[in-house]
């Protein structure tokens, strides 16, 4: 499952890429997306869900190839190491208690997708605090409006299938992900371009 509502790490990498450094880029967000497409990968491979298999494999590689890219980038690898070893650490430890304590397919199945969708909609709600700055500030700058776009129809898309297998697991958490898409569109109509770009000139 492919969460959108965190920024966008293909202008994350190009921005990396042109700077030839990680100034503004955050790491957290690769990894946290990472362990995400992880998470609902092994949720698929129990689930023999062939459709959440490949979307999250193809999510886990990307999300992995733009970890390399920021520590290429990162002058202080140590840290980055750091906090990529830890989440390894507690994967490892989730691994071991979803495939070897749990007592059977089912058991380990409820308690793998739940955790999958408490930590997926985790994500969704993460940047509430940067939709209230944006109503502080009255500027929608930090905001994209191509990804908003594109966390809703995910959001939609994954909700309208976790319905149609009747799968709870894959539906609620992605609920999150079109409200706050909504909240986002909400902000632009409030707050157009033009509006912010006028408020910016002032404030200067």
């Not at 990307?62 to 970890?67: A, D, N, P, W």
């Not at 706050?180 to 632009?188: D, E, H, Y």
Request: one cysteine or more.
């Amino acid at each position: 499952m492919l969460p959108g509502c965190i920024r966008n790490p293909r202008s994350d990498l190009r921005h990396m890429q042109m700077t030839q450094s990680v100034d503004s880029v955050q790491f957290l967000p690769f990894l946290t997306t990472d362990v995400n497409n992880l998470g609902w990968l092994s949720y698929g491979v129990l689930k023999g869900d062939g459709t959440l298999i490949i979307v999250n494999a193809i999510g886990a590689v990307l999300q992995t190839l733009y970890i390399l890219a920021y520590l290429h980038y990162c002058p202080q690898k140590r840290v980055v190491l750091l906090q990529t070893a830890t989440l390894l650490g507690v994967l490892l430890m989730g691994y071991g208690y979803f495939w070897l304590l749990m007592p059977d397919d089912e058991a380990r199945l409820q308690q793998l997708g739940l955790f999958c969708s408490v930590f997926t909609i985790s994500m969704y709600l993460s940047p509430l605090a940067d939709l209230a700055k944006v109503i502080q500030t009255k500027s929608t700058h930090r905001l994209s409006f191509s990804l908003t776009i594109a966390t809703l129809l995910t959001s939609a898309s994954w909700s309208l299938y976790g319905f149609r297998l009747r799968d709870f697991y894959i539906m609620v958490p992605n609920l999150p992900g079109i409200l706050t898409s909504f909240i986002r569109l909400w902000l632009f109509w409030k707050y157009p371009p033009q509006q912010d770009k006028n408020y910016r000139l002032l404030q200067t």
